[in-house]
């Protein structure tokens, strides 16, 4: 059996492809630019070179793939949905069996959220293919929620409102995918992936405070002011559109679930919001001017 990984150079695609080669599978690699993709990464698969505009390309490269994880393109890019469709497609020719599609909470095309609903629209491309699909749907990115931490000045400014979100660690995610990846392709389905619990702004500048001795607070921003404040930061529109969104699902309750999936498929608990802190110890004692701990030996 080959497993094509797409977003090969990603966080997410690099640590599903680790794992599968870990567990002696035969894998493909597949990025925008191969040289992106770890060198042990490279070396350990079939690496190759395809964006998800290049039709040919993703056709050569998923040609004799028995199946093939495919990730969402970044927000970076605007519109995705067409580049989606163009990876199934590719898919649907060269007779991939299983498509293990990175997708969102499930959601419809009424979400605030346009990753969201660009995701909800590919899910559908998917399923018109009739390839059989397992849809990954995770929460919000922990990391994602410690970045607005280490970026700050003890301040986590966000329109969140008092909504909780049950933030998921991307290793979770990629562990999920990679035991997915492990099981022979049989019927549809999806797999919502979250943390073990949720979390609101408000108590995660609490963890923030107890684990790193900085006095950290929230800032609820009301939406106009998130706006213009990234606007100012030279953020694209249709990112800055993208993550009002994200937001207002947030305050909306829509992210405040809870699954048991990551310990079913993985045999462990999610990670917690606290040792991710814990791990990124370094970063906050640089952000408090303390130098960080010299290494062991």
Same mark, same amino acid.
């Given at each position: 059996?080959?497993?094509?990984v797409?977003g090969?150079? *990603? ?15 035969t894998?493909?690699?597949l990025?925008? %630019?191969v040289?992106k ?8 698969t079939?690496?190759r070179t ?8 993703l056709?050569?490269? =998923?040609?004799?793939?028995t199946?093939v994880? =495919? ?7 605007q519109?995705?949905?067409p580049?989606?469709s163009?990876?199934v ?5 060269? !007779?991939v !069996?299983?498509?293990? /599609? ?12 346009? /990753? ?13 293919? *009739? ?10 990115? =922990? ?10 000045n003890?301040k ?8 909780k ?6 290793? %979770? ?8 990846l492990l ?10 992936v979250?943390?073990?619990?949720s ?11 107890? !684990?790193? *001795?900085?006095?950290?607070?929230? %800032?609820?921003e ?17 990112e800055? %559109?993208a993550?009002? *969104?994200?937001y207002?699902?947030?305050?909306l309750?829509?992210?405040d679930i ?10 462990r608990?999610p990670?917690?919001?606290e040792a991710?802190?814990e791990?990124?110890s ?16």
């Open positions: 059996m080959i497993s094509l797409t090969a150079s *990603g966080r997410v695609g690099s640590a599903v492809a680790s794992e599968l080669v870990a567990q002696g599978q894998v493909r690699t990025a925008r %630019d040289r993709i770890e060198p042990r990464l490279r070396a350990a079939d690496a395809a964006g998800y505009e290049d039709y040919d390309a056709l050569e490269a =998923m040609r004799g793939a199946q994880f =495919m990730v969402s393109l970044p927000g970076s890019v519109d995705r949905v580049y989606h163009n990876a497609r590719a898919a649907k020719e060269a !007779k !069996k299983r498509i293990v /599609y990175l997708s969102f909470l499930e959601g419809d095309e009424t979400s605030p959220f346009s /990753y969201g609903r660009e995701n909800t629209a590919t899910e559908e491309i998917i399923r018109q293919s *009739g390839i059989v699909y397992t849809f990954i749907r995770p929460n919000f990115y =922990m990391q994602v929620a410690l970045s607005l931490a280490i970026g700050s003890g986590i400014a966000a329109p969140g409102g008092a909504g979100v049950a933030w998921v660690d991307r290793r %979770d995610v990629a562990a999920v995918v990679a035991s997915v099981q022979s392709p049989q019927a549809s389905g999806a797999h919502m979250t943390g073990s619990q979390l609101s702004f408000e108590t995660i500048a609490t963890i923030l405070s107890q !684990k790193t *001795g900085i006095a950290f607070s929230y %800032d609820d009301a939406p106009a002011a998130a706006r213009a404040s990234r606007i100012a930061q030279g953020i694209a529109p249709h800055v %559109d993550a009002l *969104g994200s207002e699902l947030i305050r309750g829509a992210a809870v699954t048991t999936t990551v310990a079913e498929l993985t045999g608990p990670r917690s919001f991710l802190v791990e990124h370094d970063a906050f004692r640089a952000l408090s001017g303390v130098p960080p701990r010299a290494a062991a030996g």
